[in-house]
């Protein structure tokens, strides 16, 4: 039989996805325009760019999976994004980072795992002012690394930690690079469109062959196929169509395959393996992933069977040591999206899994080497041994391969190097030991063998350099780096903990499980394993988990361990509570002061209620609760709808919303010459007449425009001629075109960007211009007031404070700053605000005491960032939405504490609440509509239907309709008036001043209302008799009682019922299988 016709074994390889509990869930992923794949993988961890600007780094176990936190330990070792990453392939704990600020950095990562943050890595490599691009480890040389940086190539030493090689010939950016299997030499792609053959060890010119690849200057890939002569090219053509070429070095010029795909923007990522010719092709940005078999023979190519799903950031293959070889799994490739890490397994179909089919696994790449940098550099080649994946060949047998992580830094077989002979580190956070006595011993008898491993190795040359100033005056040695110090304690500690029992190993916890180690796991299992007698009062956020037989008593101290056994040996599980750990001591103390030897009689339920009673927002080990996290947004019946819209401008400048709503009317922007507004009446809703729409023609194109908050007849307009017109709508709305406004203010001589009417003073309208300045006006006299500076460049927003003394803009230059206009005309504060030059808005969170600003970032992804209104030099915490052209409008509701916040052309609005604690911006449920939106404007607390526990009320406008939005929370007892969700509100529909008092510096403060109606019981009032009704039986019980007659009557019914009624004691569940106890503590 001819070749063409034998069957791939690997032809049928089928994708499969797991569910999502077995993915690593809720991270968040930027977009990064880099030319790295954003996730590399070794046989024991995964690591991925962490948020929008992908500075930080996640690592995580590489069968971890379900969802992550925010406050997870990171790697925080770079000031710009992480280009590039890679695992060293015989160290899967040797993490190699490049980045943006010019720097590669090496990371060792804990056999455990990241416990908590790292920020000094273990080598640190500098490019000179050049960004890196790529990095990598040799793939037979151990300890050798190299990275790309503009046009330059380097390799590294990591053992002696410096540059053994650099070359500068390729002309333009080396957009990618890969070894050959045996290391001899390097194949890279370049952005001025060839791809070069790069032997660092010729004499002469490292630049052997060099060929015309891809003609587009985009992004390309380029991946040596294992040790075969040829290479594979990924890029895009001079249509821009994506293309994959393979060449053989053999005939370098000639390409011998070019297939041409489809023309999207997403460059491909080529991940092969060479064991079984499997080449998996996914496109940033894409859904789709390709598999396809590259053969030696035509059709070079051969497709397989696509995967569909989520959109791809990044992606990577992992060892094939790690696979589960019993399952016939023959790769898998990490799919990184915007919040999720997929393990996409490919599994050969086969009749049965229990034997180790060993034709779908060839001898693969081993992990141990001999050969180290210096070697190979002297021109010493080496193969790295081959391994067998069979289980029944393997040292272990059926238990998976061990990764090869390397032993733990300062750990040698020829040296007893130990902590206290290193350093003189202080005792672990959490100890009430006083530090008395501290190590002198400061030289250790380290004898390195002739191939240390290359971790020991880069941290005995760090003990070296800091020797020579390793001791003070008084013989105490200096303490290093924290990294290196907990590096060393971990040895110990791990012995330490071993050996621990019964209440010492409570105390062994307290230290391990200090505040330096928070992670939420860890807390919970931390409080769960301690009595209540050793519960700290000070820890009282985040909320702990309490079992329901927990109440009682607390044991005392010689009852511990005891307690402990008999919990121990409990095999029922009983329903956990939330409650605040503050309430329930005090609880406690008052118990003890009554003298009350029962111990806390009160329910966990009422203690949380009473707890819920509290001003101050709830949390727990597993994140933010919030009363509005489940809020519901609901469009107004059709009936209520206006309907026919047509001519809808779409010019409107990016600082205007667009779209203008109050209680009584619509300003809406239409197209067409003359800068015409229509006003429609909400009292009057329906289908508009055909024929033309009653408008204000203004003579000039529209800018910005705004309603009087405190006059729904009154609506400013801005125009690009630098005239603020003042127009007065009657009580019946237009009925016809006018062009005869009330009033017109000559503001500047030049456009205006938008304009600000004050929240509090009526007549008090703002205007900014292209000038850059920003002027304060007096409406009732027409006069000019206050001007303000400082501005550099476009003036994107301003924001009044809710006090209404201070305001903050928002600009092009990308800062923020605060003013008090009428003290000063430069700034009183300023900071750092959005990179992105797109556009921005801000606006004022938490009584004044935080600025939320919503803009751009360096790759125009959307993000809200948070401020303290004090500190605006960064932010306390950045959120990224997605990457899209339209500016995400802010409305902050003050009451609830919730920002929306959308887009001109979005269908989704986005909700937050906005906390005085970290992470100070929490996810609610976003609402998303049916159609498209051109605007959305809120209207003011008083005209929420409170009722319908409506704690606000929009107004949308579409392409053809306006539409009514309401936003709710859904409630059980909605006949009361939910006073927890309605608290009084700030009255900001009336003047509190006027212009006058204000610019004459007289402050005063809106009054504040409540908004329960007439007639209508509050929930905590009917709580609160419910809660005393409860208590009423127990006090006076004899009211209650049954007499003698009526019981003995009852027990006769009974037993004469039951003599006729055939009835069993034993449930449907007795006869089911328990749950593993092991299970509930996972």
């Avoid at 789709?288 to 190519?301: A, G, Q, R, S, V």
């Avoid at 304690?489 to 071993?498: A, D, I, L, P, V």
Wanted: charged share 25%; proline share 6%.
């Amino acid at each position: 039989m001819a070749w063409r016709f034998k069957a791939s074994k690997y032809k049928n390889a089928a994708p499969i996805v797991p569910k999502a509990e077995a993915c690593v869930r809720e991270i968040c992923v930027g977009s990064y325009q880099t030319y790295g794949n954003n996730i590399a993988a070794s046989a024991a961890f995964m690591a991925f760019n962490w948020e929008h600007t992908g500075s930080s780094v996640s690592v995580l176990p590489l069968d971890d999976c379900g969802r992550k936190s925010k406050t997870m330990p990171l790697l925080h070792g770079h000031t710009d994004t992480v280009t590039d990453l890679k695992f060293s392939p015989f160290h899967d704990g040797l993490l190699a980072t490049a980045s943006q600020d010019c720097l590669v950095k090496i990371w060792h990562i804990p056999e455990k795992g990241l416990e908590q943050s790292l920020s000094d890595p273990e080598a640190v490599f500098s490019h000179k002012q050049r960004r890196v691009e790529t990095v990598g480890f040799h793939p037979t040389a151990d300890g050798l690394m190299y990275s790309t940086a503009a046009g330059c190539v380097a390799l590294f030493d990591l053992t002696m930690q410096k540059e053994i090689f650099s070359n500068n010939e390729h002309p333009e950016v080396i957009q990618s690079a890969s070894w050959r299997e045996d290391g001899t030499v390097l194949a890279t792609s370049c952005k001025d469109k060839y791809v070069r053959i790069f032997d660092p060890r010729a004499a002469g010119s490292p630049i052997q062959m060099v060929a015309e690849s891809h003609q587009s200057i985009k992004d390309s890939r380029v991946v040596w196929l294992g040790n075969q002569s040829r290479i594979l090219t990924t890029g895009f053509d001079s249509a821009r169509l994506r293309q994959v070429i393979i060449r053989d070095i053999r005939n370098f010029n000639q390409p011998e395959k070019t297939l041409e795909l489809d023309c999207s923007t997403g460059i491909l990522m080529p991940l092969f393996d060479p064991d079984t010719n499997m080449l998996f092709l996914a496109g940033k940005g894409d859904t789709t992933i390709n598999y396809m078999e590259i053969t030696d023979k035509d059709p070079y190519l051969t497709e397989g069977l696509r995967h569909t799903g989520e959109q791809t950031k990044g992606a990577c293959l992992v060892p094939k040591r790690a696979l589960k070889v019993m399952e016939a799994e023959v790769n898998r490739v990490l799919q990184l999206t915007s919040n999720m890490v997929i393990p996409i397994m490919y599994q050969v179909p086969r009749k049965t899994y229990r034997d180790f089919h060993a034709d779908l696994y060839p001898e693969t790449t081993g992990y141990k080497t001999d050969l180290v940098a210096s070697e190979w550099l002297n021109g010493t080649n080496q193969a790295v041994p081959k391994m067998n994946l069979d289980p029944s060949k393997r040292e272990h047998g059926d238990e998976p391969i061990i990764p090869r992580l390397g032993p733990k830094p300062f750990s040698s077989n020829t040296g007893d190097v130990s902590f206290d002979k290193v350093f003189a580190v202080p005792l672990a956070p959490g100890s009430h030991e006083n530090i008395s006595n501290v190590g002198h011993e400061t030289e250790s008898n380290v004898v390195p063998t002739n191939k240390p491993d290359i971790i020991v190795e880069i941290e005995i040359k760090k003990k070296h350099e800091h020797e020579p100033n390793a001791l003070s005056g008084n013989g105490v040695q200096k303490s290093l780096t924290t990294s290196e110090r907990r590096k060393i304690f971990e040895q110990n500690s791990e012995s330490s903990e071993n050996s621990t029992e019964g209440e010492d190993r409570t105390d062994a916890d307290l230290r391990r499980l200090s505040s330096a180690r928070s992670s939420i796991a860890e807390r919970r299992r931390l409080y769960e394993s301690r009595s209540k007698s050793q519960v700290d009062e000070k820890a009282q956020s985040p909320v702990p988990l309490r079992r329901e037989h927990s109440k009682g008593e607390p044991l005392k101290p010689n009852q511990q361990q005891q307690h402990q056994q008999q919990s121990q040996s409990n095999q029922i599980d009983t329903k956990r509570i939330s409650v605040p750990e503050g309430k329930l001591l005090e609880e406690q103390h008052r118990q003890r002061g009554n003298g009350n030897a029962s111990g806390i009689k009160k329910s966990a339920t009422e203690a949380a209620f009473s707890a819920s009673a509290s001003t101050k927002r709830t949390s727990t080990v597993f994140g933010k609760v919030s009363k509005f996290r489940h809020l519901k947004g609901t469009p107004g019946h059709k009936s209520t709808h206006i309907e026919n819209l047509r001519n809808l401008s779409r010019q409107i400048p990016g600082e205007c919303n667009g779209f203008h709503a109050n209680n009584e009317r619509v300003a809406v922007p239409l197209s067409g010459p003359g800068g015409k507004i229509a006003i429609f009446e909400l009292s009057r809703p329906g289908r508009l007449a055909d024929g033309v729409i009653p408008s204000l023609v203004n003579g000039s194109n529209i800018m910005d425009f705004q309603w009087d908050p405190f006059d729904p007849k009154r609506l400013a307009v801005a125009c690009d001629d630098g005239i603020v017109k003042i127009w007065l709508i009657n009580e019946d709305g237009l009925t016809e075109p006018t062009n005869t406004p009330a009033a017109e203010l000559t503001a500047h001589l030049d456009k205006i960007y938008f304009i600000r009417f004050h929240p509090l003073a009526a007549d008090v309208l703002l205007t900014a211009s292209y000038d850059m300045t920003i002027k304060l006006w007096d409406l009732r006299t027409m006069s000019e007031k206050c001007a303000l500076s400082g501005h550099t460049d476009q003036i994107f927003d301003y924001a009044w404070s809710p006090c209404g003394r201070l305001g903050a803009t928002v600009c092009k230059d990308g800062k923020i700053r605060v003013y008090n206009p009428r003290k000063l005309e430069a700034p009183i504060r300023e900071g750092n605000g959005p990179v992105g030059t797109r556009g921005a808005r801000i606006s004022w969170a938490l009584e004044g005491h935080y600025i939320v600003c919503t803009g751009f970032d360096k790759v125009s992804e959307r993000q809200i960032s948070v401020y303290n209104a004090q500190k605006l030099q960064a932010p306390l915490n950045t959120v990224s939405l997605d990457v899209s052209p339209s500016i995400l409008i802010p409305f902050y509701d003050e009451d609830s504490s919730t920002l929306f916040v959308t887009g001109k052309g979005d269908s989704t609005i986005y909700c937050y609440e906005i906390t005085d604690e970290e992470p100070y911006i929490c996810p609610l449920s976003h609402h998303r509509c049916t159609s498209l939106h051109q605007g959305l404007s809120f209207l003011t607390k008083n005209h929420c239907d409170v009722a319908s526990v409506e704690f606000s009320k929009a107004y949308r406008l579409t392409n053809t309709t306006i539409e009514p939005l309401s936003f709710t929370v859904p409630r059980i007892k909605c006949e009361l008036f939910q006073d927890d969700l309605f608290p009084p509100t700030r009255i900001t529909w009336n003047a509190t001043v006027s212009s006058d008092e204000w610019f004459n510096f007289s402050d005063k403060t809106a009054d504040k209302i409540s908004l329960k109606p007439d007639g209508m019981d509050t929930l905590s009032s009917i709580q609160q008799v419910s809660a005393a009704a409860v208590k009423r039986p127990e006090q006076h019980s004899h009211f209650g009682q049954k007499s003698e007659y009526e019981s003995s009557k009852q027990q006769e019914i009974q037993k004469s019922v039951s003599a006729r009624m055939e009835y069993t004691t034993k449930l449907e569940q007795d006869d089911m299988e328990g749950v593993d106890e092991n299970e509930w503590q996972e």
